[in-house]
Structure formats: C-alpha cells, structure tokens
C-alpha cells in the first residue's frame, strides 16, 4: 500500500523519473533516504568496507548538519553564511540488491549534495562534484554484488573551506537519493524532451524527443510507445515507431503527437498531462519513462510585457533562496509546499530560484500549483564572490552543471526563464584594454542553452543597468534582467532599444516582524551603505527595523515604491521580489549578532509581515482590509496606523467607537494612514464600496501574557517519515488577544508517532539552536515544526512556560 501511495503521489507530482514497477517486475527507482551511517570530521579513508562505522549516527536523508550546530560569529561561514559551522563529513550505507537485478543497470542518482561530494561503490571511486546545487548519477552496476552480499555506498562531503557562499548554503547530503534500475536498452537520465510548438483551443502539436540507449552489447529491434494523458488519467493520444539501435547507440527519436482540445497550463488552473515512453523488444516492455507536460503559449514582448495562453499576465514574483527556515537546506516536500501556499494566497505567481537550480521537487510543486519559474544557474562566473566559491571549479564544470540542469528541467511548464547568472562580476570590464571577457562567457553560455532547449527566454540578473555592461552588449539576451534601479524602469527602452524586459529582482525593503518604530510612515530611510561597520543613522539597540514600510537598502526601494513603478510601466513583464520569505545568512542591514535577513515579506518562520497583506490587497480579488500596528503603545505616544484594503472605496477608522476620519486612497497611493493619539482600548477599521460596509478588521490593546494557544496548519499528516505538521503557538492574554510584546520562553514536548524536527520565532537575532525544544516567543508568536514517523497514530504536542497556562493538541498520523 505504501509503495501504491508513493506511485499516485509521484504522478501527482508530475516527477520526471517514477517510482513504477515495469513489466518485469521491478521498481524503476526507489528512495535511497534511509539508514545512512553519519560522522562528522571522522578523518580520511571511510571509503573503505574494512573499516566500522558501528558507532555512528544512524539517520535519514535529507540531511544538513549545519542547522543543528550553534551559532558563533567565529565560525568560518562568517555571519554572511548563516554563522552556522561546517566541517567535513562522510555518510556510508550499506543494502543489498536482489539477483533479479543481475543483467540489468543500477544507478545512485542525487538530487544535491553541498558541496565537493566524492562517492565511492565498494571502496571503487566512481567521481565527484564540486557544485553543491545540481543533480547527478553514477552507474553502480560494474561493482555491485547480488543477493545477501552486502554493498557499500561512502560519501565524502566537504565543505570545510569557507567561506563559499554569501547566503546560508546548509552542509550535507540535503536533498534526496535515489536508486534507479533500468534493463541494458531504456530512457537514460533526463532523455526526454517535450515541447508544444502549436496550440490553438483546437489542438496542440506536441514534439517528443526520446533517447534511447542500447548498452546490451548486441543491435535490437526498438519499439518506442509513447501515449499523452490527460490531466484527468485518460489516454488521449498514441504514436508509436520502431528502430533497430546498434550496440552502445543512443539515438534521440522524435515523435508529434496531437491533442485535441488541450486544457492549457495557466497560473490559476494548471492543468498537467503526462507523457509515459515504453521501450519495447521482442513484444516485452523493456523500460516505462514519464515526462510531465503542460501546454502552453507564451511571449515577451517590447512593449506589452508578458502574455501567457494569448492574454496579457503580469508577472508577479519573488526570490527565494534554498533554506527551509528552521529545517536549514535539508529539503522537504511538505515544507516547500507550505512556502509555496503562503505565497499563493498572497498573490504570488511566480519564483525566482536564486542564485542556483533548486531542489527537482519544487519544480514539481511549481507545475503543480501554478507557479512561473526562473530557474537560476550560477551566482558567479570566472570571478569570484567569496574566497572558495564557484569560480574556481568555472573552467572545468560550468559546462556540464548547465548542461545537467536544462536537461533535468526543460520538461517543467514551470519553467518560462533560464537564468545564467546572478550580478556576475564580468558585467564590468575595460574595453579599451580588450576585457571582454563577459560578452564571451555570456554568449557560450546561451549558446549552450540553446544547444538543448530554444523554447524559453535567457536572461541575466544585472545590478549594472549602464551602456557598458559587458553581458547586455553582449546581444546574447533578447531578454533583459535590472536588479533594482526601480526609477529607470520607465526609460529602459529608450538604454536599450529592441529589447524585452523583466525585472529580475526588485525591492530589498527591510523589517522586523511585529516591531515598528515611531517615526512617520511616509519618512522614507535608506539605511547606511557601511554594513561591516558600527551602526549609523538610526539603527536600533536591539537590532529591529520598523515594519512600517518605510526602510529599503541604499539601492533598493520600499514595497510601494517598486508596486508603483511595475504597475505605470507596461513594458515591464513583471518582477521578483527581493525576498519572499526571509533566510539564513546575509544578515543586511545589521552585522552580528544578526544571522538572517530582514528582507523577507514574510519571516523565517512563515509569518507575514504587515507588507504581506499590500501585496495581497494589490495582487489578489479576494477581499482585503488589514490594519497595523498593534494597540500597546505608551500614553502621550502619537501612532501612524495604516491601512491596505482592496475592493472598497474608502476606510474609517475608530478608536474605541470615537471615528478619526475617513480616507480613501490618492494618487499612485496604495495604503492608508491615521495618526491617532495613543488610548488604550479597540481599534476599529471598516472599509466601504457604495457606501456599504465591506471588511471590518480590529486590533486590541492586549494584557499581561496569561496563556499559550496552538493552531496546527494541517491535523492529519502522512504516516510517510516526511511530513510535516507547522504548529503556531501564539501568547495571550486572559481575554485571549495575542500579546504582541511577549517573549515567553516556551518549551514543547511531543509524544506519539511523530517527533520535534524544530522550532523557530523569525527574530533574526535569535541564537537558539533550531533543534531545541526551547524557544523564546518573539512579538508573541513561536513555532514548532512536527515530523511524522513510520507509524501512523496520534501525536500529542504541550507547549509549556512558566507563569503561563499550558497548551495541548493532538494531530493525527496515517
């Protein structure tokens, strides 16, 4: 039944590579996670099968073993890579392989490992992998042994050399392994490819292309059956056509195939058909290879931005970076989907992988829930960032990374950009002193991309929008990308005549969920460009930035501001936020004791900042009135409250059933302010159309800290070892008002068939480990993040604090 569910959740997915059984009886590819031996700094030589690694930490995959370190600034990530700690470490399983399996080829496939991987197969070396981000194989079958002899899997992992990233990068084998079992003539890795050249509301050409590879040592006689389903399982359309491939031959063969009445993959109904390839010899199925698709049309242009499926979208996005908040980069499905609903509900409809591909399953989720991806390749080229970063594996790898990740993500509708590169150092160069060296390196690269894929946009994301920017001059990219630079959006086509335009990255706005200094919300302050030194112009004792959207980075700009600028220029495609969930590492503004960004429109631990609801007044028709700040404030403090609303003409605001006016928004404004006297007591916000009450939205003055709530997003989880359930404990007083000061410590204790992975209060200065049970309320909020064992049953959370009433709910596993 477990490997049913696992089959009908990876369709569900639309994953490249399928967990499903073949004619012959066995699985094509089966997770590797489980039972791996860990140590870390354990010395040299653990390839070895003579050596024991009883003693070791037994664990699952994904792993990252950074997150469960401590934070010190000494550590040689610095605070720019999340002040977490490194090291070397070496993970070692042993299994077996069934003798059914003599004959046919056995693949170790990894989605990631960071970074500087070697792996060897029974003390044989089989190669490594500088790059910490991309996916690759290795062919174990010319050193297996079958039945019960036992094999040995030893994977060396360093990231000792730091820093390497200018963001929290995790440490470990952080995403998932797989172990892939193919016979001698099947679908290599990523060996399919499938376009949709021409779609009318009739029909849809689609084009298959197919390798199929021939390692039996003998010619064969190749079937290839090759049939579209639909998104709801039925078959809708077949070709089929044979071939004799010669021994060691991989052919690509192209197929077209048509559907009629396509139902088109679009932002809010992204509707996802399935492509299965069965390789037949001799009337036996040999290999089954799924591909998803999703058709749909698609264009950029000039002068009126982006189209999609023929009518005019904005593109509507943010960056994000690979962490996982608390669960560091050790990915999980569950906990990516969660992001991606946040976002969803916000308005979000599209994603920027920055500054690396991402983990194979968030493309699924994206072509799942309806997201547009711009899957980002490298943050540097030859030049270097940080001390032992790419740039030195550029020469040897570059190629075959990029090559690897179009291959691996072409088939994702998800995916509408390609990205090769991140403010690449190689924008600047003396052209008197012939340094051109960007303008080459850009056009080998897009000349590799369009070797696999020509169906999708390149672009790059530039922080230097001048007449000498090295990669634009380039003429590689018909497609432009501005970091920043919101008020030269508008004359963008006059710089560069003939170009497309998107906005690859927007913003850099800065705040502290829940703090809000008393200075009037329309001062707008762009914070000290001296980062490393002691902190000017205003910066708090505390280390908290206003949450009135009134603070950006000298180079950025407020919410409203960059809202503002997309929303007057039509040539704009759209634009990526900078960020949409805060992460570890680049602690901007602050230095330590800073560990994480205050850039997020939502924090680390999954919590919307106030800005969260102008992007959803402004980006979404639900209805949306959402006052801020809070009502705890000091008698003699004069307040700017602000309102976002949508679907109303006006706001009046009341202070305990006294109005302080009404207002509606002016100009290019997409908010609304009060300044009110401080009075303790109720808030009131009502927002009309028509003169009829729209939303009505309030905030209390809040009391002493008397009790613990928790609220779980989901109550029943998979019994899967994976899942995940997100539990929010909130602070309240007597008459249950969240109080938005309280810093509680609060320690959860979980009992049943599930575990505490780890908790987290998005305060960006926060050292507690995320591992601990113990975990400090910031702004009155905490979280705690439960997983799922093997069994299922019932799971009993308790959050506990002194002085406060305890909290108890129960989840269920299945």
Request: charged letters at 20%.
């Amino acid at each position: 039944m477990k490997r049913l569910l696992s089959f009908v959740l990876t369709c569900l997915l639309g994953l490249s590579f399928s967990s499903v059984t073949t004619a012959q009886g066995y699985q094509r590819r089966q997770s590797f996670n489980r039972n791996w031996h860990f140590k870390l700094n354990a010395g040299e030589g653990w390839q070895s099968p003579a050596k024991s690694d009883a003693g070791w930490r037994v664990l699952n995959l994904p792993h990252d073993w950074s997150i469960e370190g401590n934070f010190s600034k000494d550590n040689p990530a610095t605070p720019g890579g999340g002040a977490l700690p490194g090291g070397t470490g070496w993970y070692r399983k042993t299994f077996t392989v069934p003798t059914e399996s003599i004959g046919k080829l056995v693949f170790i496939d990894f989605d990631g490992v960071y970074h500087r991987s070697e792996v060897w197969i029974n003390g044989h070396y089989l190669g490594k992998r500088p790059n910490g981000y991309i996916s690759f194989r290795y062919d174990l079958t010319p050193y297996l042994k079958y039945g019960t002899a036992k094999n040995l899997i030893a994977v060396k992992v360093d990231n000792s050399k730091q820093p390497n990233s200018r963001w929290y990068s995790g440490s470990g084998i952080y995403r998932n392994v797989w172990l892939t079992t193919t016979s001698k003539i099947h679908v290599p890795q990523s060996g399919t490819f499938v376009s949709t050249p021409w779609v009318t509301p009739a029909r849809a050409r689609t084009n298959v292309r197919t390798t199929v590879t021939n390692q039996s040592g003998t010619p064969a006689l190749v079937t290839l059956n090759t049939v579209i389903y639909s998104p709801q399982g039925a078959a809708v359309s077949k070709a089929s056509v044979k071939k004799t491939i010669a021994a060691g031959a991989s052919p690509q063969i192209e197929q077209t195939l048509e559907v009629l009445n396509p139902l088109l993959w679009s932002v809010s109904h992204p509707a996802l058909y399935k492509v299965v390839s069965k390789v037949i010899v001799n009337n036996q199925t040999l290999d089954t290879y799924e591909t998803p698709l999703g058709i749909r049309t698609f264009k950029f242009d000039v002068q009126s931005g982006f189209s999609l499926n023929g009518q005019p979208l904005q593109i509507r996005g943010v960056c994000n970076h690979h962490d996982l908040g608390a669960l560091g980069s050790a990915f999980n499905t569950r906990a990516a989907e969660r992001q991606l609903e946040i976002l969803k509900a916000m308005g979000c409809n599209a994603i920027r992988t920055s500054h690396n591909p991402p983990a194979p399953e968030l493309l699924d989720l994206c072509d799942r829930m309806g997201f547009i991806l711009m899957d980002e390749a490298f943050d540097m080229w030859k030049k270097q960032k940080n001390p032992f970063d790419y740039h030195l594996d550029w020469d040897q790898w570059h190629r075959k990374d990029l090559e690897d990740m179009i291959r691996r993500d072409r088939n994702h509708p998800s995916v509408f950009i390609w990205s090769v590169g991140n403010e690449i150092q190689e924008q600047w160069g003396d052209e008197k002193k012939g340094d051109t060296t960007g303008r080459v390196i850009a056009r080998e690269l897009v000349s590799i991309v369009k070797a696999l894929d020509t169906t999708r946009a390149i672009t790059t994301a530039n922080n230097e929008i001048n007449e000498w920017n090295n990669l634009i001059k380039s003429n590689a990219f018909a497609l432009v990308g501005y970091n920043y630079n919101h008020k030269a959006w508008a004359g963008f086509s006059k710089r560069w005549p003939g170009k497309k335009f998107i906005v690859t990255e927007s913003t850099s706005a800065l705040q502290t969920r829940g703090h809000y200094d008393l200075i009037p919300f329309d001062t707008i302050r762009r914070w000290p460009e001296a980062w490393d030194k002691p902190i000017k112009g205003g910066g708090n004792p505390d280390f908290t930035v206003s949450a009135y959207d009134h603070v950006s980075a000298p180079w950025g700009s407020t919410h409203e501001e960059s809202l503002i600028e997309l929303n007057k220029n039509s040539h704009v495609s759209g634009m990526f936020v900078w960020t949409g969930f805060d992460y570890l590492g680049e602690p901007t503004p602050y230095p330590w004791p800073a560990r994480s960004s205050y850039f997020g429109i939502i924090d680390l631990a999954g919590f919307p900042k106030d800005i969260y609801y102008l992007y959803q007044s402004a980006w979404t028709d639900k209805p949306v009135l959402h006052i801020y700040p809070h009502w705890n404030w000091k008698q003699g403090d004069t307040v700017d409250v602000v309102a976002y609303y949508n679907n109303a003409d006006e706001v009046e605001l009341f202070l305990n059933e006294q109005s302080q006016g009404t207002k509606a928004k002016q100009g290019d404004r997409m908010h609304v302010k009060w300044r009110v006297p401080f009075t303790p007591g109720t808030l009131r916000a009502i927002s009309r159309k028509d003169g009829k009450n729209v939303l009505s939205s309030e905030v209390k003055t809040a009391g002493k800290p008397a009790k613990i709530q928790l609220v779980a997003d989901r109550d029943t989880i998979n019994a899967d070892g994976n899942d995940l359930s997100f539990i929010t404990a909130q602070v309240l007083d007597g008459d249950g008002n969240t109080v938005p000061t309280a810093s509680n410590l609060l320690r959860f204790k979980v009992t049943g068939e599930g575990f505490l992975n780890a908790t987290d209060n998005g305060n960006p200065t926060s050292h507690e480990r995320f591992k601990s049970a113990d975990r400090k309320a910031f702004n009155g909020l905490a979280l705690a993040i439960i997983q799922s064992q093997y069994k299922a049953g019932k799971i009993h959370i308790e959050a506990v604090s002194e002085g406060l009433e305890s909290a108890v709910i129960d989840i269920e596993s299945k």
